[in-house]
């Protein structure tokens, strides 16, 4: 049983993946802070084990992308604590252009991260939490599963995100009947770096940006954090939705 900053105690293991910056990081230190015990991945081990470090967790290096490499890790954390409880799958890439000018290998690529990798995890960890009865998985959507992106165009990453949203209905309705809960939360514009790749520096596109959205502003990796710690832990008749934490903009 780990013991929070916060005095709070949870036997619980929680797995984050791409959790060495941004969102990802967030998760791991709000989950933290409930007392859960974090594993962090992430390809990059430098950034990955300062977060681990950050949140009294462990690290494991992980290419969402490597099917034997998820497998191996799924392996290893139930090995290592005899237990898995939560999945969030956040990791994942962004690449804008126009659809014209996307190529093959790019449009591979990321849906191979961002669906591929998730389905990947979903079905390795998956194997435990329908073995064991109990489990919890959030996938990391985007409001660009339900809206054209504008004025960024991203059309692979839209329609990988767009899975990543059905894939937790699916599984949600299949993996029901073992105790499993499968839901999906989708940020809107969150200052994080994969927003630099698509011009959170261009302060046109950042007013475009925030008049899109009703609260006028971009929202914190914090918020969507508290967002996936509320689905993952406390929301135990949820299951099977997204969660749009986008500051109204699909209100409009």
């Keep these: 049983m780990t013991e929070s900053p916060q005095g ?12 060495g910056q941004g969102i990802g990081r967030a998760i791991a230190v709000a989950l933290a802070a409930r007392g859960v015990r974090v594993v962090v991945t992430d390809r990059n081990a430098e950034t990955g084990t300062a977060v681990a470090k950050e949140v009294g967790g462990d690290f494991l290096s992980l290419d969402v ?3 034997r490499a998820v497998a191996g890790v ?6 290592r604590f005899d237990r898995v409880d939560v999945l969030v799958n956040n990791a994942g890439i962004a690449h804008e252009d126009d659809a014209l000018d996307v190529t093959d290998e790019v449009w591979h690529r ?9 389905f990947v995890a979903c079905r390795e960890f998956g194997r435990h939490f329908v073995r064991r009865g109990s489990g919890s998985i959030v996938n990391i959507s985007s409001i660009a599963a339900f809206i054209g992106s504008n004025p960024e165009y991203h059309v692979a990453y839209d329609v990988a995100k767009a899975g ?9 309705v299949e993996w029901a009947r073992y105790g499993v809960r499968v839901n999906a939360v989708a940020p809107g514009r969150t200052r994080t ?15 475009q940006w925030i008049d899109q959205i009703p609260l006028g502003r971009l929202l914190e990796a914090e918020e969507i954090a ?8 406390d929301a135990t008749a949820m299951t099977g939705q997204t969660l749009l934490v986008d500051g109204g903009q699909i209100a409009q």
């Design 8 to 19: 709070h105690t949870d036997d619980r293991v929680a797995v984050v993946t791409g959790a």
């Design 65 to 67: 992308s490597d099917p």
């Design 74 to 79: 799924a392996g290893e954390v139930v090995r």
């Design 110 to 118: 990321v849906l191979d991260v961002d669906l591929t990798g998730t």
């Design 164 to 172: 990543v949203s059905q894939l937790a209905r699916s599984l949600a």
């Design 193 to 207: 770096p994969i927003l630099d790749t698509v011009g959170m520096d261009d302060p046109r596109r950042m007013t």
């Design 226 to 233: 508290a967002a996936v710690a509320f689905v993952a832990l």
